[in-house]
C-alpha cells in the first residue's frame, strides 16, 4: 500500500496487493468505517497496522460482497465490532468461499499458506435493502441494488461519494464468475447511475477513483454483453461456441467472459 489517499472529503483509499484491492475509510466524528478487510488473517492484521494512522477508533467494517480478497480479514475486526454484509453473504461464504478455502489448503496451491489461519467470519449486521451507519457528524448508506458481480453486492453513500465494489472495476475488466449475475448486471448499475453526476466520485473495488462518467460506460459495456448473450442463445448458438461467435461484439476480451455465457445461457432457461 502506497499511502492513504483522500479521494473526497473524509473519505480514503487504500490500493493493496494482491488483486489491487481497495479498502476505503469514511471517517467521521466517532470514528472510522472501513470496506473490506483484504483477503487473509495477516492481511486484515496489516491493515489494522496501517489504519492506526488515521488516529481514530474503527468503528465497524463493511463487506461489499462476500469474495474473499474483500473480506476474509473479517476475523481481523472483532469480537465486537460490527461487521456489515449483505444477508446473502453468509450462503456465499457456504457455497463459494468455504470450498475453495478448504480447497486451497488441502491442495496447498501457491499463496496458501496465508489461508491456513483464516476463520471464515461472517458479517454481524446483515443488511437486506439498505441500512444506516451513523458515524457521529455524517451517515453512511448502504444500498444493495440487485445481483450482478455476485447476489450480495453492497454500495455505499456518503455526502455524494459511492463505494461500489465489484460492481465496477477500474484496474482490470468487471469479473464474471460463478456466482455472477450477467444478465442482471446492467440492471443493477442502471439503479445506480441516477443517484450519480458526472463528478461523482465513485471507488470501484479495484483500481483508481472514477466518475460518473466512467461508470455509466462501464454500464454500457456490461450492457452490451447480456445483450449479446441473448441474442447467441435466441439464435441457437451452442454455449461452448458462443464467445467465438460473439467475435469483436464482445466489449471485454473474451478470455474473461467464458462464465458470463454460461451463466447467462443458464439463467436464460
Ligand atoms: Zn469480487
Known amino acids: 500500500m502506497t499511502g492513504w489517499v483522500e479521494v473526497a472529503d473524509g473519505v480514503l483509499q487504500g490500493r493493496y496487493e494482491p488483486y489491487d484491492v481497495t479498502v476505503a475509510v469514511v471517517r467521521g466524528a466517532d470514528g472510522l468505517l ?118 450480495n453486492d453492497l454500495v455505499l453513500h456518503v455526502d455524494g461519494t459511492w463505494i461500489v465494489g465489484d460492481l465496477v472495476e477500474e484496474s482490470g475488466p468487471p469479473a464474471y464468475g460463478k456466482d455472477s449475475f450477467p444478465l442482471e448486471w446492467p440492471d443493477t448499475l442502471a439503479a445506480l447511475l441516477p443517484r450519480l453526476a458526472e463528478d461523482s466520485v465513485v471507488l470501484p473495488g479495484h483500481g483508481a477513483a472514477v466518475d460518473g462518467t466512467f461508470v455509466r460506460r462501464q454500464c454500457d459495456d456490461i450492457t452490451v454483453v447480456a445483450d449479446l448473450i441473448a441474442v447467441l442463445h435466441a439464435a441457437g448458438v451452442p454455449v461452448e461456441r458462443a464467445l467465438a461467435e460473439g467475435g469483436l461484439r464482445w466489449p471485454f476480451a473474451p478470455e474473461g467472459l467464458a462464465e458470463a455465457v454460461r451463466r447467462g445461457y443458464a439463467q436464460i432457461g
Open 34 to 151: 472501513v470496506v473490506d478487510t483484504r483477503g487473509s488473517r495477516r492481511q486484515g492484521d496489516e491493515l489494522r497496522d496501517d489504519l492506526r494512522v488515521l488516529g481514530r477508533p474503527v468503528r465497524c467494517a463493511v463487506n461489499t460482497h462476500g469474495h474473499f480478497d474483500h473480506c476474509f480479514g473479517n476475523q481481523c475486526f472483532g469480537p465486537g465490532m460490527p461487521i456489515y454484509g449483505h444477508e446473502r453473504l453468509p450462503a456465499q461464504f457456504a457455497e463459494h468461499e468455504a470450498p475453495m478455502l478448504a480447497r486451497a489448503v488441502s491442495w496447498g496451491v501457491e499463496g496458501s499458506e496465508e489461508f491456513r489461519d483464516v476463520v471464515l467470519t461472517p458479517p454481524t449486521r446483515l443488511v437486506g435493502a439498505e441500512e444506516r451507519v451513523d458515524l457521529g457528524d455524517r451517515v453512511v448508506d448502504l444500498l444493495h441494488l440487485g445481483r450482478g458481480h455476485t447476489d
